[in-house]
């Protein structure tokens, strides 16, 4: 179905037609630019276009729908000595810098502190 391009432009005054023409952030498109045939009389919206008949007019944003919230949630897990600050990985061995021991990616202890934010979730 398309939509009504009949309107009675505020401009002119006169029954005209709506000029529908695409608009350009580069190569994305932003939105339409809506203007009057006769009068070039340019309207702000969709919403502000005098629709002739005002049949039923959905307007979808798609630009503007929210982006999907990553949760993070606080494991059990989340306490491994493979995510500890003080846990080392060599190729021989695993090692933990705070207790000066040989530990497993799976160990947990009290003193547990998380590592670091990655060096690249800072850019
Ligand atoms: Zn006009």
């Given at each position: 179905?398309?939509?009504?391009?009949?309107?009675?432009?505020?401009?002119?005054?006169?029954e005209t037609l709506l000029l529908r023409e695409p608009r350009?952030?580069?190569?994305?498109?932003?939105?339409?630019?809506?203007?009057?045939?006769?009068?070039?009389?340019?309207?702000?919206?969709?919403?502000?276009?005098?629709?002739?008949?005002?049949?039923?007019?959905e307007v979808f944003t798609e630009d503007e729908r929210p982006?999907?919230?990553?949760?993070?949630?606080?494991?059990?897990?989340?306490?491994?000595?493979?995510?500890?600050?003080?846990?080392?990985?060599?190729?021989?061995?695993?090692?933990?810098?705070?207790?000066?021991?040989?530990?497993?990616?799976?160990?947990?202890?009290?003193?547990?502190?998380?590592?670091?934010?990655?060096?690249?979730?800072?850019?």
């Amino acid at each position: 179905m398309t939509a009504s391009r009949e309107i009675q432009c505020p401009g002119c005054g006169r029954e005209t037609l709506l000029l529908r023409e695409p608009r350009y952030e580069g190569f994305t498109k932003v939105g339409e630019s809506l203007s009057c045939a006769s009068c070039g009389h340019v309207f702000a919206s969709e919403a502000e276009v005098p629709f002739k008949h005002r049949a039923k007019i959905e307007v979808f944003t798609e630009d503007e729908r929210p982006k999907a919230v990553k949760v993070f949630g606080e494991k059990e897990n989340a306490r491994l000595c493979r995510y500890c600050a003080n846990y080392v990985v060599n190729p021989f061995m695993q090692w933990c810098g705070h207790h000066k021991k040989e530990v497993q990616a799976t160990d947990t202890c009290h003193a547990f502190k998380p590592k670091p934010p990655e060096a690249k979730a800072l850019l």
